[in-house]
């Protein structure tokens, strides 16, 4: 169940919402006028959801990739690459 506060609790309960959007760790949706205006939420809910949209966005990507061609890697394969490349990073880097 959505947190639904207007407007004016920012200012008057500032504490008390920042404490509900630590605690919750969920979004508090704020009404100016009866519709809604704002979503306010912490720091760390927003890096998560950031994060869990960069995943969605790249698994998307990938199952779109997929569709479109029959090749296929192994796991093997796809750690050896990245073993290479990250090994390779690092000699550029020193």
Do not use: C, Q, W
């Amino acid at each position: 169940m959505p947190h639904i506060r207007p407007i004016s609790d920012l200012r008057n309960s500032f504490a008390d919402i920042s404490r509900m959007v630590h605690e919750s760790s969920e979004p508090i949706f704020l009404t100016k006028n009866g519709y809604g205006d704002m979503v306010v939420m912490s720091i760390e809910a927003y890096e998560r959801r950031l994060f869990e949209s960069e995943v969605y966005f790249k698994l998307k990507e990938a199952e779109l990739e997929a569709k479109s061609t029959d090749k296929r890697y192994t796991h093997e394969e796809v750690f050896s690459d990245l073993r290479s490349r990250l090994a390779n990073k690092v000699d550029d880097d020193v």
